[in-house]
Each structure stands twice: as structure tokens, then as C-alpha cells.
């Protein structure tokens, strides 16, 4: 690999201006401060938002300076954009809904069209500053659009992608107007990283019901072209936080910040003080009311503990221009009020509250004297709070109350694990972390941190280029198969060369797109004029083959010139001739096959049932994507159990399964066209497992290509039906 170039919202670090002058600060929010730890280490370049906006050059000069000596690139934008894009579409759109907050969910145009702008800008100065070789590392929901913008200007450019918040449920991205966009431009990515295996399959999921492309597991293949699908949950930098936790540790009290001195009094003003600690940001995914109502509640279930206990809320402003965050600061401030009000003493504060950033040794402080990390988002990507929370605890002491809504919770089971929404159940999680045995501490804590030090932010990050890299070997693999550039040249020269050629060419997903109802996919202009090319030489025949019932290839290419193979080569017509029958098995073999298909058709809402002369046809195209690959699947079980020792099979075609008369396929009925090698070029194309009878009955030396990238037979492959047109186009007009 050559060089790394990450591209995120938000640069690691954030200037400010003071005084005509600008300083760096570090930026919160863990995607900063996870991902700058292995920019450090690793010679990679930084591309973002440098959280201002400047117009005079000599300015923007300075800044360039400041920035580039922590490998950072800015990305500026105006104010009217920030106010759409960020404040708007990023904040105010996506970060709701894909949190389950839909009723905060805005849509407007102008937010969407600041968007495009923006992940265009941040496509232009990445491409700018991209060499070849080079890997691009998108980050997070503000950029989207990014990775299919890049692909299509650079296709060749290895690009990986990783969303840091959840991505919701199918029901909850149909939602968004331009849900589709949003996944087309997830897309442009080789790989496609996600905290947990939920956010992972929801992903998946939405891409099967709203684009249709086809998945296989983790891997979702359109065009031509593979993208992977997987999970690598964040980590932080252990070493890091164990270290300066253990250096604050070792220093004697007076040495210490004044705050944390002040802490230390505070905690031994009572014997056995304990303090319970929150950090985050102030947003309503945090569940921040929900945790001060919890810890309400336990004051008043638990009065023995009143003034023997904290909790600390450290709550870092942000997004303060979106009017959510606005109305939840006052509505934290109410709340903290009115229970300091209610329980607090002279000499205890039940909630201390602070509405700031803290440095980072002071936040080592914090969590080095807090008890309890007490932290219940009520939906988070992952948390990396609770994983600093766990690498500070050096003597093992202390613990972790963690919603259940947090992607760190998969990885921290061990900690006490609670609903955010149960009040009750909250409060009786403080209340057993309060009076938790000190050898059960130890061990959950342990457990704990000895799994967030082994997956720690280094190894996520490498882990994640390494796969990376293994997929974009993959794709060179499929590339070499790839029906385009010197593929094309060959073939072409060799059709001109022969002197008979013939080609078999399927029909649906091959010639023509799949619809909905297979009624609808009839010949267009363009597809007729194509075809009809091959009549400008006597040299070329040109044989459609189809498991298509032979009255509606009769209508569609009856007078067209071209030999017809119907239902799987059930029946053949050559060019001039009249149709022919290649089975003489009766049909009474339906009358038990069709009440089983029927109770699957009135089981699968869109499903259907065709008759052919002599196959009987389930179509699930139109069923819910997973319900219809589902019931195929038992279809086929039940259906197999039923035909022993009759004289059929069962094909599985493209969102088909078809039973038909054994021994009847593809293959054998192409050969009969190929007599005594009478043909010294020989292409054929198609798309489904009924094809691959084709692929492989033909002499060696045929072109045999598949489209998409499935597994198969054929020795090339196209991407879609267009690229058959084209490539026919090319070969009939040579
Ligand atoms: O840049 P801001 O608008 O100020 O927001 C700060 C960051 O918040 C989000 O963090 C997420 O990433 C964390 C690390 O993967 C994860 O632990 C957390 O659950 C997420 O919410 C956001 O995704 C970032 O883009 C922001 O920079
Ligand atoms: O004053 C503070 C408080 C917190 N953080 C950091 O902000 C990050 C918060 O990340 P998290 O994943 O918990 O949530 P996010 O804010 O990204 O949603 C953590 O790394 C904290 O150490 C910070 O930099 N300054």
C-alpha cells in the first residue's frame, strides 16, 4: 500500500481563532479521537472540515501551515453550507433517523442539495490528492455520496468506507427521500465496515429490498464489480489511557490538577464516597434525562445513600446550532436543578455538572476517580467512552453500567447492562454497581479489558486495511475476467475472423432487465434493432434460448429469422423452420406439483405460479426479498421429497423454481445446433443457473460469458444485460 488517505467531517483537530490568531485544539467525538491515534502512527494524510470558516487567503495560508504538520488537509466551507449540510442533512436528517429518532427527522431539498455539494467537494480534494497506489479511508454518514463519486471519476482507486453511528432497520431507511442515493453512494467502496453485526445485516438488508442487487452472504455484487460487507468494532488506544491512568495514580494528591484535588475532597468529605461518572456529548442519544430521572429514582428508592453518592455529568456542547441540542440543554439543566434542588446539602451535591470540554488529562482524572461509569445511551454507535472508562481502571476496581443500546455493549458483556428507557431498571443497576462484591469487580474488569487491549484502535484500523487490501485482490482476480478492453479486442478479432459463427444468447437478465412481472419485459426498439444486425452477413446465426414458454417467444421473435429454444430446450424452431418437440413425457405429473406451489403462492404475497407445456414455474420476484429466498429454499426441500423416482427435476433459475421434464436443458438442446464443428466461433451468454447446463456442454474453444459476477462455468462475465447489448452491438457490426 502507498499511501492512506482518510477523509472524515471533522478533521482529528479543530482550529480557533483568538485574537486574529488561530490555535489547534483537539477535536471531541470519538472518530477524532479514536482514528488520530493510528493517523499518528501510520504516514497517512487527513482530509476535513477544520471547524472554520475563513475567507482571507493570508488566513487560510496560516492555517494550511498549522494543519500540515499534523498531516492534515482542510476542507473549507461557507457558513450557508455548513448551516444546510451539517447543521442540515448531516445532523438534522441522518443523524436522527439513523439513531430511531424519526421525529426529528427533517426533510428538506436544500439540506439534500448541500449535501451532494459538500461530499462532491470532499470527492474533488480527495481525488486531488490521490496518487495511484494510493487506499482512500471515507468516514461516517456526513460523506455518504463520497465513495460512488470517487469510483466514478477514478475507478481503479481502492476505496474502503466505515460508518462510526448505527445504520438502522429497513422500516426506518425507507423513510429518507433519497434512501437510494444514499445506498448507491455507500456502494462506490470495495469494503464497507460497520460497528456491530446488526448495523451490518440492516445494511444488507436495505440494499436487497431497495436496490435489488443480488448478496451472497457478506458480498453484494452489482455491475460487475464485488463490494464486502463486514464488521470491525472500534477500538480506543488502550496503551494510551492505561498509562497516563496508572502516571495520574502514582502522583502524590498535591501534585495533581486542582480539580482533581477538588474531587478527592469532595470524594472524602463522606467515608466511603463514591462517585458515578458520565461523559458525553450533549445530544438526545445519550439518554441524559433518562440517566438523571434513573439516578432520581434511586435516591428516592435508595435514602441510605443520599450523600454518600455523585454523579458526575461531564457534558461536552456540540451541534449547538441545531435546535434539538438546544432544547435538550435546557431541559438538562431543569432537571439537574430540580434534583439537586430536591436531595442536594450543604455539603453534597447529588449531580455535579459541568456543560465543557476537558483536556485529556484531566478526563484521565475523572475516570480514574470515578467508582462506576455509569453510561446509557439511549441509541450509540459504539461508546468509546465506556471503553476509556474500562482502560483507566488499573487495579481493577470499579464498574460499567452500560446501555444495552450501545455498540460497545456487544463487546462488554460483562458489564451491568441495562434498558436506558427502564427507569427502574437503571436505578437497580446503581444500585447493585454500588454494592457489587469487590472480587466480582475484578473479575468483570479484567475479563473486560484484557478484550479491549487485543482490539484495540491500531489493530481495528489495520484490520480493516488489511481486509481491504484482500478484497481489492479480489477484485483484480474478477477483473481479469471481465468481459472489457483487450477481452473485447480478441473477441472481436476472431468474429471477424470466422468464417461461421453462431450465438446463443439467453434472454431475461441477459438481453433484457428482470421486471417485476415477467409479462412486462418484451423486446424494446433498441433490443429488436440490435438483433436484427446479425441478418447483415449469412455468416452469423443467432439462437435465443430461453426458458420462456414457447408461445411468447413465438410472439416476440416468431418472423424475426433467429432459431428459438423455448422452455430450457424443451422445444426448438430453427430460423425458417417450425417448432419441435424434444420430450414426449406427459404432463400428469403436474396435478401433484401444482397444489404445492399453490400453497406457497398463497403463503408469499407477490409470488406466482406459470404453466409451460411442460414445466410448472414459482416466480417470488415480486415477494419480500428474505421471505421469498426463505420459502424457495423450503420449496425446493419439499418439492424434492415429492419427485423421487419420477422423471423431473427442479431448476433454479433468477428468483424462479422451475420443475420440469429431467434431462431437458439448455445443453443438450444446444448441441444439436453444433454439427460436426460446422462453426468456427462459438459465443454464448446468460445469466442464471440454467445457463451454466449451456456453459458447460459447449466445445472448449467457445466464449462463454455470465453475467454478474456469480460463480460459474462461463469463462468471462459482464456486469449487467447493457453490457451484453454493447458488446453484441460491437460484435454485429464488425
Ligand atoms: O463532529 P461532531 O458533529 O461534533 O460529532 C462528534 C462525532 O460524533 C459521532 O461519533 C461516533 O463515532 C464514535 C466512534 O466510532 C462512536 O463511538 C459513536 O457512537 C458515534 O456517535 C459521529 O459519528 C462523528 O462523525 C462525529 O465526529
Ligand atoms: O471533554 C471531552 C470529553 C470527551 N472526549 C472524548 O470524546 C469521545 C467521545 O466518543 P464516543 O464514542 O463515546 O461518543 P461520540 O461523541 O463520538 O458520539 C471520547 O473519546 C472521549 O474521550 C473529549 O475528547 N473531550
Not at 70 to 76: A, F, G, M, N, R
Request: with cysteine.
Amino acid at each position: 500500500m502507498d499511501r492512506l488517505i482518510i477523509a472524515s467531517n471533522r478533521l482529528p483537530v479543530k482550529i480557533n481563532e483568538v485574537e486574529g490568531d488561530f490555535t489547534v485544539e483537539p477535536s471531541a467525538g470519538g472518530l477524532a479521537t479514536g482514528l488520530k491515534s493510528y493517523h499518528k502512527k501510520n504516514d497517512s494524510v487527513w482530509i476535513g472540515w477544520p471547524g472554520i470558516d475563513v475567507d482571507d487567503s493570508k488566513d487560510k495560508k496560516k492555517i494550511e501551515k498549522l494543519l500540515s504538520d499534523e498531516h492534515c488537509i482542510p476542507l473549507y466551507m461557507e457558513s450557508d453550507l455548513i448551516e444546510n449540510y451539517y447543521d442540515g442533512f448531516s445532523n438534522a436528517t441522518l443523524w436522527p433517523l439513523f439513531h430511531y429518532f424519526t421525529e426529528y427527522a427533517s426533510f428538506k431539498e436544500d439540506y439534500w442539495d448541500a449535501y451532494k455539494k459538500v461530499n462532491e467537494m470532499f470527492a474533488e480534494s480527495i481525488l486531488k490528492h490521490t496518487k495511484k497506489g494510493d487506499t482512500v479511508w471515507v468516514h461516517d454518514y456526513q460523506l455518504l455520496l463520497v465513495p460512488e463519486m470517487i469510483r466514478k471519476q477514478r475507478p481503479d482507486i481502492r476505496i474502503g468506507f466505515f460508518l462510526h453511528i448505527p445504520f438502522p432497520s429497513y422500516e426506518i431507511i425507507r423513510i429518507l427521500p433519497w434512501r437510494e442515493e444514499i445506498l448507491c453512494g455507500m456502494l462506490g467502496a470495495d469494503l464497507i465496515g460497520f460497528h456491530t453485526y446488526d448495523y451490518a445485516r440492516h445494511f444488507i438488508s436495505s440494499v436487497k429490498r431497495l436496490l435489488g442487487h443480488d448478496i451472497d452472504f457478506n458480498t453484494v455484487s452489482m455491475d460487475g464489480r464485488h463490494v464486502y460487507v463486514d464488521v470491525f468494532p472500534m477500538g480506543i488506544d488502550y496503551e494510551k489511557f492505561e498509562r497516563k491512568a496508572l502516571e495520574v495514580q502514582s502522583k502524590p494528591i498535591q501534585e495533581r490538577s486542582k480539580q482533581h484535588q477538588e474531587i478527592d475532597r469532595f470524594l472524602m468529605g463522606e467515608p466511603n464516597r463514591k462517585l458515578i461518572l458520565s461523559i458525553d456529548r450533549l445530544d438526545y442519544t445519550k439518554g441524559i434525562p433518562h440517566r438523571i430521572n434513573a439516578f432520581k429514582r434511586f435516591l428516592t428508592d435508595h435514602p441510605e445513600f443520599r450523600g454518600k453518592v455523585s454523579l458526575l455529568m461531564l457534558t461536552v456542547p456540540s451541534r449547538e446550532d441545531v435546535e434539538q441540542y438546544q432544547n435538550l440543554k435546557r431541559e438538562i439543566e431543569e432537571l439537574v436543578g430540580g434534583v439537586n434542588g430536591e436531595f442536594g446539602t450543604l455539603g453534597w451535591n447529588p449531580i455535579i455538572y459541568f456543560y465543557r470540554s476537558l483536556p485529556f488529562d484531566n478526563l484521565i482524572e475523572l475516570y480514574s476517580s470515578a467508582d462506576i461509569g455509569l453510561l446509557t445511551p439511549l441509541r450509540d454507535g459504539m461508546n468509546l467512552v465506556a471503553k476509556e472508562f474500562i482502560a483507566t481502571k488499573a487495579g481493577h476496581k470499579g464498574v460499567l453500567i452500560l446501555s444495552e443500546m450501545a455498540g460497545a455493549a456487544k463487546e462488554l458483556g460483562e458489564a451491568l447492562s441495562v434498558n436506558p428507557f427502564n427507569i427502574k431498571a437503571v436505578s437497580d443497576a446503581i444500585y447493585a454497581a454500588l454494592t457489587m462484591d469487590q472480587d466480582d469487580q475484578t473479575n468483570a474488569m479484567h475479563t473486560m479489558q484484557e478484550r479491549i487491549k487485543r482490539y484495540d484502535v491500531h489493530k481495528w484500523a489495520s484490520d480493516f486495511m488489511d481486509n481491504l487490501e484482500k478484497t481489492s485482490k479480489k477484485q483484480e482476480i474478477n477483473q481479469a475476467r471481465k468481459v472489457s478492453g483487450k477481452n473485447i479486442e480478441k473477441f472481436l478479432s476472431q468474429y471477424q475472423k470466422a468464417k461461421s459463427r453462431l450465438l446463443f444468447l439467453d434472454y431475461d437478465g441477459t438481453l433484457q432487465k428482470f421486471f417485476s412481472l415477467p409479462g412486462d419485459a418484451k423486446p424494446d426498439k433498441e433490443l429488436l434493432q440490435l438483433l436484427k444486425k446479425s441478418h447483415l452477413d449469412d455468416k452469423t446465426e443467432l439462437v435465443i434460448i430461453s426458458g420462456r414458454d414457447k408461445v411468447t417467444l413465438n410472439e416476440w421473435f416468431g418472423d424475426s429469422g433467429f432459431s428459438l429454444i423455448a422452455e430450457h430446450g424443451a422445444w426448438t424452431k430453427d430460423k425458417d423452420g417450425e417448432w419441435k418437440e424434444r420430450t414426449n413425457t406427459r404432463s400428469n405429473w403436474k396435478e401433484n406439483i401444482r397444489p404445492v406451489l399453490e400453497s406457497y403462492m398463497d403463503r408469499t404475497a407477490g409470488s406466482i405460479i406459470e404453466e409451460k407445456s411442460h414445466s410448472l414455474v414459482w416466480h417470488y420476484r415480486k415477494a419480500d426479498v428474505e421471505l421469498g429466498a426463505l420459502r424457495a429454499l423450503e420449496l425446493t426441500t419439499d418439492l424434492s421429497n415429492l419427485i423421487i423416482n419420477q422423471d423431473l427435476e427442479i431448476l433454479e433459475g433468477s428468483k424462479v423454481i422451475e420443475i420440469k421434464v429431467a434431462g431437458i436443458n439448455k445443453g443438450s438442446a444446444a448441441l444439436e445446433y453444433i454439427h460436426d464443428g460446422s462453426y468456427d466461433f462459438i459465443m454464448a451468454m446468460g445469466d442464471d443457473w440454467t445457463d451454466e447446463y449451456l456453459f458447460k456442454a459447449l466445445p472448449e474453444e467457445s466464449i462463454t460469458i455470465k453475467v454478474g459476477t456469480d460463480r460459474s462455468a462461463a469463462k468471462y462475465y459482464v456486469g449487467n444485460y447493457k453490457e451484453v447489448r454493447s458488446l453484441l452491438n460491437k460484435l454485429l457490426t464488425k
